[in-house]
């Protein structure tokens, strides 16, 4: 996650009491209170889509290191059975040769 996406989210982050509902019963919200409950809302939904977005570059990185280390691991195998003829072709040349 990039520094700046990281602030942003951080930002996004802060207490709802700045925009708490007022509480008890008989108690009428204003325009004001609808207004900046529905700002916080917004909010926290976008929190909510940058955690989804994060989780989901995260399982993206995860799934391309795992078909990199399966690839290295396939490119290692290979190097080790070419090292073994090299080896095996020396061994009979030595043979052949004496």
Do not use: Y
């Not at 207004?35 to 909010?43: G, M, P, T, Y």
């Not at 990199?68 to 072709?89: D, H, K, P, Q």
């Amino acid at each position: 996650m990039s520094r700046q996406f990281r602030q942003h989210v951080e930002g996004l982050l802060e207490p709802l009491d700045s925009a708490s509902a007022p509480t008890g019963r008989g108690t009428v919200a204003t325009p004001e209170d609808i207004a900046q409950l529905r700002d916080k809302l917004e909010e926290q939904n976008e929190l909510l889509r940058a955690i989804l977005a994060s989780t989901v570059d995260t399982q993206t990185d995860a799934r391309a290191t795992a078909q990199n280390s399966r690839t290295f691991a396939w490119a290692g195998t290979a190097i080790a059975l070419l090292t073994l003829i090299a080896t095996v072709l020396s061994i009979v040349a030595a043979i052949n040769a004496s």
